[in-house]
Each structure stands twice: as structure tokens, then as C-alpha cells.
């Protein structure tokens, strides 16, 4: 299901113009569904425990949504919550439970509710989750053994445990690491559901793992990737900054580059870490466009003919539909836009030739993809875009 909520064609989603706009139109559209979707969850199927719990925690949401949506929708943008509710809208899904994913949405919600000073009154929990991460306040809280119950206000959270005894909530320290310049994390929990379902034929899941690097070795390669997208693609560098609230690492290659990003978890790229920094600048732009594109594709379809049949991939080695050959075009167009502006500054044989490489690839996909696709309205906006650069670049084809 598609919520109409998009009152424009973008015209600049893949690179964006100077005072851009596009970005934060298509994030608000994004977020509205979202809104619209928390109140059309399939809860008749959870347990009646849960069914219970939800009556209040939609009671409680409802009457914030009157009087504080900006509140609401300011959590609901964050990837801890936002990827539980676009997971539970789609379910029933294989290895997802459904039950739990509803305790986990009213526990995490309402917390980062509280850390926000939205919620008004104590909101007692009588399903507590074992975890409940918070980007809010960048900390993991963790529930105690034997825990019945759990009281959210705004100085965080109290558990009354077996007995009656009440203790005072406890955090998890040193799992969200700032990045030097920019309000993004490197995030060492997640709570996305489906960071185990990998669609890359060479990588299984995206579990965390700092590849035996410490957390500054990660820190530090992404400020330095950051910096250098900030200097040379600014408008770019700001809308990331809109997106992603962390990064979550999954692992060290010092051969290849493994990255991924989630529909349902807008706001979260995995990355690996690897030794060479334009490496890890190409993988900070491919990631970041594909949450930019997935939440056009929360309200918009863009392709009719998106996933079937399928087409030779300019950049997979296995074929691929169109949604996923529009996925790696749109990505790969920025990145050959900093190549263009390094090059400027600093004319190198091995610049040269990797950006050779990604402009021909380049247009190989947006030939199939002009050739085959079947747009939308806001699809020909986009596809109008990728045919303007795709000529904007052929002078580097050859």
C-alpha cells in the first residue's frame, strides 16, 4: 500500500541542486506514512497480552499525536522505532515475531517519548523487552532478571522485579560513538529486525562486528569520510545529515567492500571498515542514497515493472529487476559527481580511471533502465534526472 503524500516530481533526488529541498519533502512524506501506519498495525493477530498493551499504548500516542505531533513524528523519523512499525506493517513475515516486536515498539517508544519530555505522565510498562535502545539518550537499557513491570518518565526507566522490589533502571554505556563533526553514531546495538536477511549473494546478515578494529578506527575513517563529501558535495553531505541518525559496523575487509541498508530501517547504514578512504567515501554516498530513494519508495512506487522481469546488472553478478538496478544507478551517480570534483582539484591516473569505471557503469544501467522501465509520475522525474547525468557524463565514457 502507498500513501498518496507526494505533491511534487523530484527533480533533483539523485544529486541535489544547491538549496535543495527535495531530500526533506520526500523524508516528511516518508514520516507521514509512518504516522499513518502506526495506527493500521495488524495487532488483531498478536496475543491478547499484547493486544492489552496496545490499546494503551495507542490511547496514549493518539492523545500526543493531538497535542504534540511534532514530538511523535520527531521519534517516529528514528530508525530504532520507524523500522519496527514498517516491519510490523508487512508481517506476517518468516522469522519475525510479531508479538514481540509489538512489546519492543511500545517500550522503545514511549522511552524516547520520555527523553524528549513528551510524555506528560508516567507510563507503566507490563510488557517489558529484555533491551530497549534508546538514540535519544544514546544509551541501552537493560531489563534486570525476574523484571514484571517497567515505569517510564522523563529520568528514564524503573523496573519492578519479582517480589515487589523495585529497582532503579540500568544502562548499557559505550554503544553509541559520536562521530567528530556530524550528530551521527556509530551505533554498537541495533534493534532491526531483518539486519539478519541479506539480499547480496556474498555476504550473510549484518551482524555487528568492529573486525577486531577499536571503535576509534571507525570514528575516525567516517569523520574523514564526512569531511570529505562535506568539502566536496556540501548539499549532499547536509542531507545525509538529515538521514542518518547511525552507522553500524559490520566488520573489517581490507579486499572488497560489503555495505547494506534496509527499507523499513531509514536512517541506519551497515558498513564494513576498510583501509582505503575513498572506499569508505563511496560506501558513506551508496548507502546514504539508498535510504534517500527507499523512503521515495515508501510513498511512491517509481517503477511499475520494478521487480520482475529481471536484467543483466552493470555492478551485481547476479541479474537483477529494475528496482534494484535504479537502486545502484542512483547511488553510483553522486559518487561519480565527487570523483569529477576530486579530479578538479587533484588530476591522478588511479582517480581517473576509477571514475571511468563508474561512469561507464553507470551508463550501462541507465541505458536499461531508459530503455525498460515503466515510471510513474514521480518515477519519470527521477529517471528524467538519471538521463540528464548519465549525458552530463558522457564525455568521461570513452
Keep these: 500500500m502507498y500513501v498518496q503524500s507526494m505533491s511534487f516530481v523530484p527533480s533533483d533526488i539523485t544529486i541535489p541542486e ?91 517508544t514511549v522511552v524516547e517519548l520520555a527523553i524528549a519530555g513528551a510524555l506528560v505522565e ?37 523496573y519492578v522485579c519479582e517480589g515487589a522490589t523495585t529497582i532503579p533502571f540500568t544502562r548499557q554505556v559505550d554503544v553509541y560513538a559520536p562521530i567528530a563533526g556530524s550528530q551521527i553514531v556509530l551505533a554498537l546495538a541495533d534493534n532491526n529486525p531483518l539486519s539478519d536477511f541479506e539480499a547480496h549473494p556474498d555476504k550473510q546478515g549484518n551482524q555487528i562486528d568492529l573486525g577486531d578494529r577499536p571503535a576509534t578506527a571507525w570514528t575516525e575513517s567516517l569523520a574523514g569520510a564526512l569531511g570529505t563529501i562535506g568539502r566536496l558535495l556540501p548539499e549532499l553531505r547536509g542531507e545525509i545529515e538529515l538521514f542518518i541518525h547511525q552507522i553500524v559496523p559490520v566488520g573489517f575487509d581490507a579486499q572488497r567492500h560489503l555495505s547494506a541498508s534496509y527499507q523499513e530501517a531509514i536512517g541506519t547504514i551497515y558498513l564494513t571498515l576498510h583501509p582505503q578512504p575513498m572506499t569508505m567515501v ?24 520494478a521487480f520482475s522481469p529481471l536484467f543483466r546488472s552493470p555492478i551485481r553478478p547476479d541479474p ?79
Excluded at 511523535?72 to 510490523?88: E, H, K, M
Excluded at 538514540?135 to 537493560?142: C, E
Excluded at 546514504?288 to 530513494?293: A, D, E, Q, R, T
Design 320 to 398: 537483477r529487476p529494475l528496482h534494484g538496478i535504479l537502486l545502484a544507478v542512483h547511488a553510483f551517480l553522486p559518487v561519480a559527481r565527487l570523483y569529477e570534483k576530486l579530479l578538479a582539484e587533484h588530476d591522478h591516473p588511479d582517480l581517473r580511471r576509477r571514475f571511468g569505471d563508474i561512469v561507464r557503469k553507470n551508463h550501462d544501467g541507465a541505458q536499461v533502465l531508459l530503455e525498460h522501465a515503466v515510471p510513474t509520475a514521480v518515477g519519470c522525474g527521477v529517471l528524467d534526472e538519471i538521463s540528464r547525468w548519465d549525458t552530463y557524463f558522457a564525455s568521461w565514457r570513452n
Design 18 to 108: 544547491a538549496r535543495s529541498q527535495t531530500a526533506r519533502k520526500v523524508l516528511s512524506a516518508a514520516i507521514r506514512r509512518v504516522l499513518g501506519d502506526l495506527s493500521r498495525l495488524p495487532v488483531s493477530r498478536a496475543n491478547p497480552a499484547v493486544r492489552r498493551a496496545h490499546q494503551q499504548f495507542a490511547r496514549v500516542v493518539g492523545q500526543l499525536l493531538r497535542s504534540q505531533p511534532g514530538a511523535v513524528a520527531s521519534v517516529l523519523r528514528r530508525p530504532n522505532i520507524g523500522g519496527l512499525v514498517r516491519t510490523l506493517r508487512s508481517c506476517p513475515r518468516p522469522g519475525v515475531d510479531e508479538n514481540q516486536l509489538f512489546v519492543e515498539l511500545h517500550a522503545t
Design 282 to 305: 563511496e560506501a558513506v554516498i551508496h548507502e546514504f542514497s539508498h535510504n534517500k530513494i527507499n523512503a521515495l519508495f515508501e510513498v511512491d512506487r517509481v517503477l511499475e515493472n
Design 122 to 158: 508516567p507510563y507503566v510498562l507490563e510488557l517489558v523487552p529484555a533491551k530497549i535502545l534508546s538514540l535519544g539518550a544514546q544509551q541501552v537499557f537493560v531489563s534486570p532478571p525476574g523484571v514484571r513491570q517497567a515505569r517510564v518518565d522523563k529520568s528514564g526507566v524503573t
